[in-house]
């Protein structure tokens, strides 16, 4: 399986890796107008499949926007986004 990099650029922002638990990821992302938030989101993997003659192996992606606020969530603040992560992790 691949799983997500270290540090991924996407939407104009760039993600770093803070924390990879079991079930959960906790990436940092920085951006426009100096802003320094966390992407906090469960971990989808998405299953080998051929498309357009090109195989792709089992791989981890990054959520959607439509994951936000059920699998995703955005919090600006380390020590709870941390919080949150470790809640999530030991459910």
Do not use: H
């Not at 498309?51 to 600006?76: H, M, S």
Request: with cysteine; charged share 35%; aromatic share 14%.
């Amino acid at each position: 399986m691949i799983s997500l990099e270290r540090e991924i650029n996407y939407n104009r922002y760039t993600y770093t890796q803070v924390l990879k638990g079991k079930r959960y990821y906790l990436y940092e992302q920085r951006g426009v107008a100096k802003m320094r938030c966390f992407e906090l989101f469960k971990i989808k993997v998405l299953e080998p499949m051929n498309l357009n003659g090109k195989k792709y192996e089992e791989r981890e992606v990054f959520p959607k926007n439509e994951d936000f606020g059920k699998t995703a969530w955005t919090i600006c603040d380390l020590d709870k986004a941390i919080a949150k992560f470790n809640e999530l992790e030991n459910e």
